[in-house]
Protein backbone atom coordinates (compact mmCIF):
# COMPACT_ATOMS: atom_id res chain seq x y z
CA UNK A 1 0.00 0.00 0.00
CA UNK A 2 3.33 2.22 0.11
CA UNK A 3 3.35 3.13 -3.74
CA UNK A 4 6.21 5.98 -2.37
CA UNK A 5 8.43 3.06 -1.87
CA UNK A 6 7.85 1.70 -5.04
CA UNK A 7 9.04 5.15 -6.57
CA UNK A 8 12.32 4.76 -4.58
CA UNK A 9 13.48 0.89 -5.49
CA UNK A 10 12.42 -1.45 -7.18
CA UNK A 11 12.21 -4.90 -6.17
CA UNK A 12 12.07 -8.32 -7.46
CA UNK A 13 11.79 -11.07 -4.60
CA UNK A 14 9.50 -10.46 -1.66
CA UNK A 15 8.99 -12.60 1.50
CA UNK A 16 5.51 -12.74 3.19
CA UNK A 17 5.72 -14.13 6.37
CA UNK A 18 2.31 -15.26 7.85
CA UNK A 19 0.75 -15.50 4.44
CA UNK A 20 -1.73 -18.47 5.45
CA UNK A 21 -3.54 -15.15 7.18
CA UNK A 22 -3.42 -13.33 4.20
CA UNK A 23 -6.06 -13.03 1.45
CA UNK A 24 -5.53 -11.82 -2.15
CA UNK A 25 -6.73 -8.50 -1.76
CA UNK A 26 -3.69 -7.64 0.43
CA UNK A 27 -1.12 -9.31 -1.61
CA UNK A 28 -2.30 -9.21 -5.21
CA UNK A 29 -0.83 -5.50 -5.88
CA UNK A 30 2.57 -5.82 -4.44
CA UNK A 31 2.79 -9.64 -5.59
CA UNK A 32 1.22 -9.07 -9.23
CA UNK A 33 4.72 -6.61 -9.74
CA UNK A 34 7.42 -9.07 -8.64
CA UNK A 35 9.23 -11.46 -10.51
CA UNK A 36 9.67 -13.95 -7.33
CA UNK A 37 7.62 -14.33 -4.05
CA UNK A 38 8.00 -16.30 -1.00
CA UNK A 39 5.31 -17.40 1.35
CA UNK A 40 5.90 -18.30 4.73
CA UNK A 41 2.85 -19.61 6.90
CA UNK A 42 1.24 -22.49 8.03
CA UNK A 43 -2.31 -23.08 7.11
CA UNK A 44 -2.91 -25.50 10.14
CA UNK A 45 -2.78 -22.80 12.22
CA UNK A 46 -4.62 -19.28 12.16
CA UNK A 47 -6.66 -18.32 9.21
CA UNK A 48 -7.07 -15.30 7.50
CA UNK A 49 -9.84 -12.76 9.95
CA UNK A 50 -12.75 -13.21 7.37
CA UNK A 51 -16.01 -11.47 8.89
CA UNK A 52 -18.19 -12.33 5.71
CA UNK A 53 -20.91 -15.14 6.04
CA UNK A 54 -20.36 -18.67 4.62
CA UNK A 55 -22.88 -18.33 2.12
CA UNK A 56 -21.59 -15.42 0.39
CA UNK A 57 -18.08 -16.58 0.91
CA UNK A 58 -18.68 -19.96 -1.70
CA UNK A 59 -17.57 -19.81 -4.80
CA UNK A 60 -19.85 -21.77 -7.40
CA UNK A 61 -18.10 -21.87 -10.48
CA UNK A 62 -17.22 -24.86 -11.87
CA UNK A 63 -14.16 -23.74 -13.47
CA UNK A 64 -12.63 -21.94 -10.13
CA UNK A 65 -13.33 -24.81 -7.81
CA UNK A 66 -11.10 -27.36 -10.46
CA UNK A 67 -8.18 -24.67 -9.82
CA UNK A 68 -9.14 -25.03 -5.92
CA UNK A 69 -10.98 -21.32 -5.89
CA UNK A 70 -13.88 -22.77 -3.80
CA UNK A 71 -14.16 -20.46 -0.55
CA UNK A 72 -12.85 -16.59 -0.90
CA UNK A 73 -12.42 -16.77 2.91
CA UNK A 74 -9.44 -19.06 2.09
CA UNK A 75 -5.58 -17.69 1.59
CA UNK A 76 -3.85 -17.97 -1.52
CA UNK A 77 -0.97 -19.68 0.71
CA UNK A 78 -3.63 -22.87 1.64
CA UNK A 79 -5.01 -22.73 -1.83
CA UNK A 80 -1.12 -23.20 -3.51
CA UNK A 81 -0.01 -25.58 -0.64
CA UNK A 82 -3.22 -27.49 -1.34
CA UNK A 83 -2.44 -27.36 -5.13
CA UNK A 84 1.25 -28.66 -4.67
CA UNK A 85 0.09 -31.28 -2.32
CA UNK A 86 -2.34 -32.47 -4.96
CA UNK A 87 0.12 -32.37 -7.65
CA UNK A 88 2.94 -34.07 -6.38
CA UNK A 89 5.17 -30.75 -6.45
CA UNK A 90 6.77 -31.44 -3.22
CA UNK A 91 9.73 -29.51 -4.77
CA UNK A 92 7.48 -26.38 -4.35
CA UNK A 93 6.65 -26.25 -0.62
CA UNK A 94 8.30 -27.42 2.87
CA UNK A 95 7.69 -27.70 6.64
CA UNK A 96 9.86 -27.44 9.70
CA UNK A 97 10.51 -30.68 11.17
CA UNK A 98 11.70 -29.47 14.51
CA UNK A 99 10.69 -26.73 16.89
CA UNK A 100 12.14 -25.30 20.12
CA UNK A 101 8.88 -23.57 21.65
CA UNK A 102 6.51 -25.85 23.06
CA UNK A 103 6.94 -28.77 25.70
CA UNK A 104 7.57 -32.23 24.52
CA UNK A 105 3.88 -33.41 24.99
CA UNK A 106 2.18 -30.60 23.66
CA UNK A 107 4.38 -30.79 20.31
CA UNK A 108 3.69 -34.63 20.37
CA UNK A 109 0.25 -33.77 20.22
CA UNK A 110 0.56 -31.46 17.39
CA UNK A 111 2.62 -33.31 15.64
CA UNK A 112 0.82 -36.57 15.60
CA UNK A 113 -2.87 -34.76 14.96
CA UNK A 114 -1.72 -32.44 12.26
CA UNK A 115 1.77 -32.93 10.85
CA UNK A 116 1.95 -36.80 10.06
CA UNK A 117 4.02 -37.08 13.41
CA UNK A 118 7.15 -35.29 11.35
CA UNK A 119 7.25 -32.67 14.13
CA UNK A 120 9.21 -32.95 17.02
CA UNK A 121 11.22 -30.86 19.81
CA UNK A 122 14.83 -29.47 18.84
CA UNK A 123 17.84 -31.39 20.78
CA UNK A 124 19.20 -29.51 23.75
CA UNK A 125 15.97 -28.19 25.09
CA UNK A 126 15.76 -29.35 28.01
CA UNK A 127 14.23 -26.45 29.81
CA UNK A 128 10.69 -27.64 28.57
CA UNK A 129 11.09 -30.68 30.18
CA UNK A 130 10.80 -30.38 33.71
CA UNK A 131 7.19 -29.77 35.20
CA UNK A 132 6.29 -27.17 37.95
CA UNK A 133 6.99 -27.87 41.45
CA UNK A 134 3.80 -26.36 42.98
CA UNK A 135 1.66 -26.73 46.10
CA UNK A 136 -2.51 -27.50 45.10
CA UNK A 137 -5.00 -26.85 47.41
CA UNK A 138 -7.67 -28.63 45.20
CA UNK A 139 -7.89 -31.92 42.78
CA UNK A 140 -8.25 -29.39 39.76
CA UNK A 141 -5.56 -27.45 40.65
CA UNK A 142 -3.05 -30.11 40.95
CA UNK A 143 -4.28 -31.80 37.05
CA UNK A 144 -3.58 -28.67 35.93
CA UNK A 145 -0.21 -27.88 38.01
CA UNK A 146 1.03 -31.67 36.81
CA UNK A 147 0.00 -31.93 33.40
CA UNK A 148 0.83 -29.64 30.69
CA UNK A 149 -1.99 -30.92 28.86
CA UNK A 150 -4.99 -31.60 29.20
CA UNK A 151 -7.74 -32.85 27.00
CA UNK A 152 -11.48 -31.86 27.08
CA UNK A 153 -13.24 -33.74 24.33
CA UNK A 154 -16.12 -31.33 23.41
CA UNK A 155 -18.15 -31.84 20.27
CA UNK A 156 -17.09 -30.93 16.70
CA UNK A 157 -18.88 -27.86 15.34
CA UNK A 158 -20.86 -27.93 11.53
CA UNK A 159 -18.52 -25.23 10.57
CA UNK A 160 -16.91 -26.20 6.54
CA UNK A 161 -13.38 -25.12 7.75
CA UNK A 162 -13.19 -26.95 10.41
CA UNK A 163 -11.16 -23.77 11.44
CA UNK A 164 -13.62 -22.27 14.22
CA UNK A 165 -15.56 -24.56 16.91
CA UNK A 166 -18.34 -22.81 18.61
CA UNK A 167 -18.63 -25.50 21.14
CA UNK A 168 -15.13 -25.53 21.70
CA UNK A 169 -15.05 -22.30 22.65
CA UNK A 170 -18.18 -22.47 24.87
Given at each position: ??????????F??A????????L?????G?????????????????P????????????????????????????L?????????????????????????????????I???????????????????????????????????Q?????????R??????????????
Amino acid sequence: GKREIRALKTFDVAIVDEASQLLEPMLVGMLSSLKKFILIGDHKQLPAVVTQKTERSLIGDSDLNNIGLKDGRVSLFERMYKQCYKNGWHWACGGLTHQGRMHKSIVTLISNEFYEGKLSVLAGIDRLVSEPKLKTTSEVQATLVQHRMIFIDTPRGQNITRKTNHEEAK
